[in-house]
Every structure is written in structure tokens, then in C-alpha cells.
């Protein structure tokens, strides 16, 4: 069976900018939260679930930057 690797994996520990856009300006903010999902797009990078605190964020893998890897992978 051909398993497709992921550049991250679930439990990584992650961190990624979001962009909070106001009337007046952007505001890019540095988050910090772990990989709970993978999605494979054809046309597009894979994007990763991750949480960060309470909220959920879909992040394409180029915006990501590993902070530390899962020491027990949970994906297969």
C-alpha cells in the first residue's frame, strides 16, 4: 500500500501568523497550537488543522513552522 507523508503530523507542535483585519489596519498575529488534522489537496499545498488555545485554523503548509516534533505520531 503507497502511505502518503504529510510534512507535519498530528501532535506537532506548531507556529503560524493570522491576519486580523480591522477598518483601520491588519494586524498580524503569532500563534502557537498543535496539528489535529491533515487534508490532502490536489491543486494546493496540504493544509493542517491545528488548535491554538480555543480556536481551530486551517493552515496551508508553506505558513507553518515547526516548533518541535510529536515524540509518538499518532497518524498511520
Keep these: 500500500m503507497n502511505k502518503r507523508q504529510f510534512h507535519y ?3 506537532d ?4 501568523t493570522v491576519v486580523r483585519n480591522t ?3 491588519k494586524h498580524h498575529v503569532e ?3 498543535i496539528v489535529v488534522e491533515q487534508q490532502l489537496r490536489m ?3 496540504n493544509v ?3 488548535k491554538a488555545g480555543d480556536e481551530h485554523y486551517w493552515i496551508p503548509r508553506p505558513r507553518i513552522t515547526l516548533l518541535s516534533k510529536a515524540v509518538n505520531p ?3
Design 23 to 25: 477598518e483601520e489596519y
Design 13 to 16: 507542535l506548531v507556529k503560524f
Design 48 to 50: 493542517f488543522k491545528i
Design 43 to 45: 491543486t494546493k499545498d
Design 31 to 33: 500563534k502557537v497550537g
Design 9 to 11: 503530523n498530528i501532535g
Design 74 to 76: 499518532s497518524c498511520k
